[in-house]
């Protein structure tokens, strides 16, 4: 699809996405250098459970950057045509990867793995006749020719031919890691500094599984599709970015203001504290899907009377995404804000401070230096602990309505479609169960991954 | 404690104002009612007299905060801020989209919301204190472990499942409860019954968690250490000395969501068909009733300073070194 080149397109959620995670690679970098930090990271790698979370997020992650590498394909020169001409919609990355997944639409319902359709047809016989009958997928499964008798042991086959490539993997890793680890029996028996043999564990489950789910959907539509014959595993995987954004990008918004406001109350007092605590009341005593809804609904108004700010659909989904964000984040800073306070309020009566600002350090020395880097276990806290919250907030907000775009992949739109097919007989449960497992698992892995970085953050803690 | 009671009752003042003026910013100043009648009479086809008919219609003809053309005091009082923000603070709603007042619409859904809301915290505050001292009383066992790894699963599901697989599963493959709906009188257990076991359980990993963590907290101080040393028997260290000492965390995040039960559970009561508050205002998102969403945004903050007055009061109760100054 891309062989007459293509343009590259930076969304802006693309944008701010990038932007954060080279925020976090310079943290990271930061945090190498420094002994006390490298430390507290070393402590969420020595347990099992954080290198097994991390590996699954990181997954998760390769999955969100593969589909934020937006383009634009050009469209086959005609004749006497001088300028390329572009296409419309904006692809990504994984979109290419799942080329396959994503142009294979069938009819309506199809279960997973299916080779007929999910309701009966009236089927065309070649005596002339007809018949009401399942007919026969258009993509899934279409390479048997006899599907009755064939079905089962392509799909034994494939399943085998997709774990052989994760075992592959899994071997390559384990390699990998004997050679930095001292040799294959350390790994195996765990006796490595941080928990590497987790981290292989985690891994080879997931190469396995997804050898296997890939080689499957070379053939048929794994998780089925939905109504109208989109294949659900690949929009599954397309959930899987906007999850991403609104978990990360909401911190742009949380952690300045956050910041900021909290280390001003805490450290000047006086009217400063007075105002900047009756802002966070005011915003905290409106319950927050109240809040939330009340901006949402405001923000389509503004969306529906300017449709020339948005010159594709795509763009204006995407707009929507990001001022989800941000309202997510101008309704969620006001927790952190009010720990960091405390803590300001705290660290200001500490010794060095004081001697600090004896010495006659400019107060903006003060609050960067002293004050500053040591809040920045509660940050990291906060932001690894709301991350999974927001992903499962998107959800909900998708089924109330105010959510991402009804167009755009989403865990809560793929729910919110799929929950009226629950009355059907029988049922077309493939969407849901795949929506709930992809987003369990994302969720857990961040939760797992919040309750280490806490224990390893935490000065109070052990 | 009643000159405190007039205190923290000014004190609230201020706050209200400002959650009016902030809900008056986002749904008159961020967009103006010209813009807001023309998403919602279809933003291409609309003449200008439609969207001056919706205006009138809702009131929002007037200027926002100052009109000229009125006299004396119906300079300030003949506008749309004095009309839609300020008569909130008498409960004065004005009428819903549909023409229906408000008020009275909100004080017909109360009763279902509570039906749902109150058994579901109830039940679910004593299933979940209950789980996380039995946590406590086996700390560091096998059972100790797998229960918090029981939280931390229960806590990444999403709210959303359990209410289709629970409705799904008990209503639909079992036929024990109805799958939706609601009925006054004795019928009522029957259709209360399925949303107030998924509310509780939908709870449960969070907050066993969160008063494991209180509970585990108060063990370790030195009275507990002491009662230990003078014989007394480990359940009741647990009930008489570590229950009644983490009192005052519970009660700071419980106390304060008591007067948000009158609102319902959006999720629960749509799910269920429940004619409660919850499911009106899920209704008036979906349906863009900006008048009925700006009259739940106030009532969710008065509810919920009024839970802030409460969880004070409630510290005197558990514990009498606490006293109004």
Redesign the interface.
């Known amino acids: 699809m891309i062989e007459h080149g293509f343009e590259t397109v930076v969304l802006w959620t693309d944008a701010c996405f990038f932007l954060l995670l080279g925020a976090f690679a310079v943290g990271a970098l930061h945090a190498w250098r420094r002994p006390h930090l490298r430390r507290s990271w070393a402590r969420v790698g020595e347990r099992p459970a954080g290198m097994a979370a991390m590996v699954v997020l990181l997954v998760f992650l390769l999955i969100g950057i593969l589909d934020s590498l937006h383009f634009r394909a050009a469209l086959p020169p005609t004749a006497g045509q001088t300028e390329t001409v572009y296409a419309t919609e904006v692809t990504s990355v994984l979109d290419v990867v799942m080329h396959r997944q994503r142009t294979d639409v069938e009819r309506t319902y199809s279960a997973p793995l299916a080779t007929h359709a999910f309701v009966k047809e009236t089927v065309e016989l070649p005596d002339g006749g007809q018949r009401r009958d399942f007919p026969r997928l258009v993509h899934g499964g279409a390479h048997l020719e006899d599907a009755a008798q064939d079905h089962g042991a392509d799909i034994a086959s494939r399943l085998m031919r997709g774990a052989a490539v994760g075992v592959g993997l899994s071997l390559l890793a384990a390699a990998v890691l004997s050679v930095f680890n001292g040799g294959a029996g350390r790994l195996i028996r765990g006796q490595t500094q941080l928990a590497w043999r987790s981290a292989w564990l985690t891994w080879s489950i997931v190469a396995v599984v997804a050898g296997m789910l890939l080689s499957l959907a070379q053939g048929y539509h794994v998780f089925g599709t939905d109504k109208v014959g989109q294949d659900v595993f690949y929009l599954t995987l397309k959930s899987v970015r906007t999850a991403l954004m609104i978990g990360t990008l909401t911190t742009l918004v949380t952690l300045p203001l956050a910041i900021a406001l909290g280390i001003l109350a805490g450290y000047f007092g006086g009217w400063v504290d007075d105002v900047i605590q009756y802002l966070y009341t005011v915003l905290n005593s409106i319950p927050g899907v109240l809040l939330i809804a009340a901006a949402v609904l405001m923000m389509q108004v503004f969306i529906a009377n300017h449709p020339e700010w948005f010159a594709t659909a795509a763009e204006r989904s995407d707009a929507r995404l990001l001022a989800l964000c941000f309202i997510l984040g101008m309704t969620s800073w006001t927790g952190l804000c009010r720990l960091l306070r405390g803590e300001t309020l705290k660290l200001r009566e500490l010794e060095y401070v004081q001697a600090a600002r004896a010495f006659g350090v400019p107060t903006v020395r003060i609050l960067l230096r002293h004050v500053l880097p040591n809040l920045m276990h509660i940050v990291i806290i906060a932001l690894v602990m709301d991350f999974s919250g927001l992903v499962l907030a998107e959800a909900v907000l998708s089924y109330v309505g105010i959510g991402v775009d009804p167009n755009m992949a989403s865990f809560g739109t793929l729910i919110n479609a799929a929950r009226m097919e629950l009355a059907r007989d029988p049922m077309v449960w493939w969407s849901l169960a795949a929506a709930f497992v992809f987003m369990f698992v994302l969720v857990l892995a961040a939760n797992l991954l919040a309750d280490v970085v806490r224990d390893a953050f935490d000065p109070r803690a052990g | 404690m009643w000159a405190y009671l007039v205190r923290r009752l000014l004190y609230a003042l ?2 209200l104002m ?2 009016n003026l ?2 008056f910013a ?2 008159f100043v ?2 103006t009612p010209d ?2 009648a ?2 919602q009479l279809g ?1 291409k086809r609309v003449t200008p007299e439609a969207i001056e008919r919706w205006k009138v219609e809702r009131g929002y003809d007037k200027p926002l905060f100052f009109n000229e053309s009125a006299e004396g005091g119906g300079q300030l009082t003949d506008t749309v801020f004095f009309d839609k923000s300020l008569r909130m603070f008498v409960f004065d709603f004005g009428a819903a989209d549909d023409g229906r007042d408000i008020a009275r619409e909100i004080q017909q859904r109360m009763g279902p919301s509570l039906a749902i809301a109150l058994p579901t915290f109830v039940l679910g505050l004593f299933v979940t204190v209950s789980f996380a001292l039995m946590l406590v009383f086996f700390r560091a066992t096998p059972l100790d472990f797998w229960g918090v790894v029981m939280c ?2 229960m ?7 359990y209410i ?1 697989g629970g ?2 599963l008990i209503s ?1 493959v079992w036929h024990l409860v109805p799958i939706s709906g609601y009925g006054g009188g004795l019928d009522a257990p029957r259709f209360l019954a399925l949303p107030v076991v998924l509310g509780v359980i939908g709870g449960i990993g969070s907050s066993t968690r969160w008063y494991r963590t209180i509970f585990l907290e108060e063990i370790s101080r030195d009275y507990v250490r002491t009662a230990r040393a003078k014989g007394v028997s480990e359940l009741t260290v647990l009930f008489r000395h570590v229950l009644k000492n983490a009192m005052i965390p519970i009660l700071t995040g419980v106390v304060v969501v008591i007067p ?1 039960l009158f ?1 319902g559970s ?2 629960i009561e ?1 799910f269920f068909g429940i004619p409660g508050l919850g499911s009106y ?2 209704d008036a ?2 349906a ?1 009733d ?1 008048a009925v ?2 009259a ?2 106030f009532i ?2 008065v509810l ?2 009024v839970g ?1 007055i409460l969880t004070d009061l409630s510290y005197t109760l558990v514990d009498p070194r606490v006293r109004f100054e």
Do not use: C, E
């Open positions: 201020p706050i400002g959650v902030l809900t986002l749904f961020v967009n813009d807001m023309r998403m933003v931390v699963a806590m990444s599901i999403s709210s959303l499942f289709i409705q799904w639909k948000l609102m959006l999720i749509s205002t899920i998102i979906q863009q900006f969403v700006r739940m945004v969710g903050s919920y300073i802030l």
